[in-house]
């Protein structure tokens, strides 16, 4: 049913690439990469597909003439282009480095001042990649730039008027820190990790975000468990396995066998943590 789809649509804009504008054929070419996108998120070969109708489509479209058309398309691309990124091995800082400046060309067009959502947004994207690019070259100045861009993004992202987004961004920066004291050994900073989790996990909810929740709470008694580990301190393993319990008692009622048996050896490895330290 998807290739007979993807056919047809590939039909249809070679047929209109020969009547159409350039800006009509350009838009139609970036909505196809986007139901590829759509089809297949994780397929590799769809997602190389689709960046390569995106920078086909944004052949035939100007900035100056469409801004609006051109900056969607590139947003786009640069979803596309991390996506991949996620999953590269050999290429993966340079294709993030590619989505970073799809990234970058948008926010030419989105402003602050007009869409201040939409710009935290693309801003939290920047901060992602940064993440993925310290994790990946153990570089503690990316990381940082990471976690000044995710406050950025937290300017507008405020927790009373966006909670989820708010929370959201505050895991990412979770982690960022935590990958950043990892690589400096600096337990101040692995302390503030722990606070930015323990914030976050605060305004999500299971029910209305539940993978958010896993997430969030997964990384929490992780950090709980290595914190026990470096401190022998009996408390962090006990909210450790509390916590580790919730997601794996959760994962249980939602039917979720993938995550759950993960969930149920990082119990195990919590509990076991707590019995030598009891």
Known sequence: MINKAVTMFETE??????????????????????????LQPSNRATLKQSIKG???????????????????????????LHALGQQEKT??????????????????????????????????????????????SGGGHT????????????????????PLEWAMTLNN????????????QDSEVL??????????????KPEQTPLGWVTTLSNLYTLQRIMA??????DFAKKSVANAERV?????????TEYLNLAKIELEKSQALLESLS
């Open 173 to 184: 920066i979770g982690v960022s820190l935590q990958i950043l004291a990892e690589i400096k």
């Open 54 to 80: 995106f920078e086909e489509a944004l052949e035939g479209v100007e900035q100056k003439e469409a801004p609006q058309a051109w900056a969607a398309i590139q947003g786009d691309l640069a979803d596309a």
């Open 248 to 256: 794996v008692e959760f994962l249980t009622s939602a039917s979720d």
């Open 143 to 162: 990381l940082m730039k990471s976690i000044s861009a995710y406050n950025n993004a937290l300017t507008l992202r405020t927790e009373e008027e966006t």
């Open 91 to 136: 290429e993966r800082l340079s294709i993030l480095n590619e989505s970073m400046e799809a990234y970058k060309n948008v926010l030419m067009v989105c402003k602050r001042q007009e869409a201040p959502l939409a710009w935290a947004s693309i801003l939290s994207n920047i901060a992602m990649i940064f993440q993925r690019q310290g994790e990946h």
């Open 13 to 38: 804009l070679s047929e209109l690439k020969q009547k159409a504008t350039p800006l009509l054929w350009s838009s139609a070419q970036g909505n196809f990469g986007a139901m590829l996108v759509d």
């Open 191 to 204: 302390d503030e990790s722990l606070h930015a989790y323990e914030k976050a996990i605060e305004k999500i």
């Open 229 to 234: 580990k470096k401190t022998s301190e009996i």
